[in-house]
C-alpha cells in the first residue's frame, strides 16, 4: 500500500520535507517496505547466476550492481542480513529501476548460504585483486554465484573460503582496484558472453 503526493496538492517546502531533500522532483510516495526475496529460491533455474555481496555499504553501489545483475540477466542478488546496504531509495534510484525486476535477497550468513549453493550444483567465484584465475579463464555456464566484496575490505575471510576460487580482473593502470560495480559490470557480461557463445 503506498500514498503519493504531488506538487499540484502540497507546496514544494512540503514535498522537501516529506521526501528529506530537495530532490524530489514535484513526487513524493510513501511505499511499504522493500519485499526482499527468499534467498533459497534465487538458485532454481540449472542457469542461475547470482551475485552475492559481501558487506558492500553504500547503497549506491549496491544498485549499479543490481542494475548490471539485470542487464546481464541475472537471478538476483544476495546480501548480509546484517551490515550492509539496504535496497533504500538512494539504492533504487543507482539501479535505475532494476531492483523492480530483480530479486534481492538477504542471507542471515552468507558464508553458509554460500555452502548451502554449492550443494545445490552452484559453482562459486569471488572476485579478488591479485587472485590466481583470471576472470575470463572460468567456466561461467550453468549454476553460478559470483561473490564481490565491500568497498575497502574486500570479501572476508570466512566467505572467500566458501568460495571454490576466487578470480581476478587484469590491471594496466596506476588505481589497484575497481569499484565494485564496475568489477561486477566486467564479472558478469564475461558470463553472459560466454553463455551466449554456447
Known amino acids: 500500500m503506498h500514498k503519493e503526493w504531488t506538487s499540484d496538492e502540497l507546496p514544494a517546502s512540503e514535498l522537501t520535507r516529506l521526501a528529506g ?3 524530489h522532483q514535484g513526487i ?3 511505499v511499504d517496505p522493500y519485499p526482499y526475496a527468499d534467498p533459497s529460491t534465487l ?3 540449472p542457469d542461475a547466476l547470482v551475485v552475492a555481496l559481501d558487506q558492500v555499504q553504500d547503497p549506491r553501489n549496491l544498485g549499479a550492481v ?3 545483475a539485470e542487464v546481464a540477466g541475472a537471478a538476483g542478488v544476495v546480501i548480509p542480513a546484517r551490515r550492509t546496504a539496504r535496497v533504500t531509495a538512494v539504492a533504487c534510484k543507482a539501479s535505475a529501476g532494476a531492483v523492480e525486476h530483480l530479486l534481492v535477497a538477504r542471507a542471515s550468513n552468507l558464508a ?5 549453493a554449492k550443494r545445490a550444483g ?9 587472485a590466481p584465475t583470471r576472470y575470463d579463464a572460468v567456466d561461467w555456464h550453468g549454476r553460478v554465484v559470483l561473490v564481490l566484496g565491500g568497498e575497502g575490505k574486500g570479501i572476508r575471510p570466512r566467505v572467500a ?3 571454490d576460487a576466487m578470480v581476478e580482473i587484469p590491471r594496466a593502470g596506476r588505481v589497484g582496484s575497481l569499484n565494485v560495480a564496475a568489477a561486477a559490470s566486467v564479472l558478469l557480461f564475461e558470463a553472459m558472453r560466454q553463455r551466449r557463445a554456447g
Open 66 to 68: 543490481c542494475r548490471a
Open 43 to 45: 538458485l532454481a533455474a
Open 112 to 116: 553458509t548460504w554460500l555452502a548451502e
Open 161 to 163: 573460503g566458501a568460495c
Open 21 to 23: 531533500s530537495p530532490d
Open 122 to 130: 552452484a559453482w562459486v567465484y569471488g572476485a579478488r585483486a591479485g
Open 28 to 30: 513524493v510516495a510513501e
